[in-house]
């Protein structure tokens, strides 16, 4: 995955060809067995705690709504370059206005191009979504990407930014996942002193739970008392698994040759001691695979 980190201007107007130079040569050049560079990354807003994710109505303490790297017909007209190019794309959305503008765009350019159309792209975060959109990822193809280990966050300190009615409609995944649309997990990044993060084991509990009790692991620091609303929206271990496998794999591209335990398929797989699709959700960070097999291979 490349990243444009670039201020929004140089987004702006169209994809700048340096960037879309620069991608396709590490594609060129770093293309391999276990390798493949084929995505684009944009960052297309903040944070709410920066107010600079973008939010359709505004925040609570600010009246600002934040803004977008670039707007519906901008964005479409990355997408267009893409497709000629054969990339795919991925976007940070924190707020709900972020991921509108890239199902808006996606949108546009399925009916300008049709069948024609092959661009992955993947919206990333989705703390907060608009409930007019929620059904809009399964229509149009658009993969939603969640950081499950968030979905124990306080909400809290972001009811005076968001407004109460937003912050106790966050992370809406069990919603998105009922509407058919291809959901994936993902782990965003390893903070200082916090080593777990990266742990699929941790997201699979957080993801059920939407909750840190005193039985996940390493989480002394960091301790939720209450599951964090909507209740509804806690997942199922074997929704936790599809999306971490198959739906994971879909997203990148490489169905054909992972994601599932089918002939033809690469042989890479995991053992346990313990059954996952019965064990507790609580306490769930603490499973660890017993064997590793990559290519068929025995490895751990």
């Not at 919603?175 to 959901?183: F, K, M, N, P, S």
Request: with cysteine; hydrophobic share 35%.
């Amino acid at each position: 995955m490349f990243c444009a980190e670039s201020p929004a201007h140089q987004l702006k107007k169209s994809l700048a060809p340096s960037t879309l130079r620069e991608l396709k040569r590490f594609r060129n050049e770093y293309n391999s067995e276990h390798l493949k560079v084929h995505t684009l990354k944009i960052f297309m807003d903040g944070t709410q705690t920066l107010h600079t994710a973008a939010l359709v109505t505004p925040y609570a303490d600010t009246g600002t709504t934040g803004t977008t790297a670039c707007n519906k017909e901008e964005l479409a007209d990355i997408l267009i370059k893409l497709n000629e190019e054969g990339l795919d794309l991925h976007m940070h959305c924190g707020g709900e206005a972020a991921s509108r503008v890239a199902l808006d765009a996606v949108e546009k350019v399925r009916k300008e191009l049709g069948d024609a159309y092959h661009v992955r792209v993947t919206c990333a975060h989705l703390i907060t979504q608009h409930d007019d959109d929620l059904d809009r990822f399964a229509k149009l193809g658009v993969f939603a990407n969640y950081t499950p280990v968030w979905h124990a966050d306080d909400p809290r300190p972001l009811a005076p930014i968001l407004g109460e009615e937003r912050v106790l409609k966050m992370y809406r995944s069990k919603t998105v996942w009922d509407t058919g649309a291809l959901v994936t997990w993902s782990s965003d990044n390893i903070a200082f002193l916090d080593f777990m993060q990266w742990n699929p084991y941790l997201d699979m509990e957080v993801g059920m739970t939407r909750q840190i009790t005193e039985k996940t692991k390493n989480y002394e620091f960091k301790r939720t008392a209450q599951v964090l609303p909507p209740i509804n929206e806690r997942m199922n271990i074997e929704e936790m698994l599809i999306g971490y496998t198959i739906n994971g794999a879909i997203q990148l591209g490489i169905e054909n040759k992972k994601g599932s335990i089918e002939a033809g398929k690469d042989a890479d797989f995991l053992v346990f001691d313990n059954d996952l699709l019965t064990a507790e959700h609580e306490g769930f960070s603490y499973n660890t695979p017993k064997e590793v097999y990559f290519g068929g291979k025995k490895v751990k």
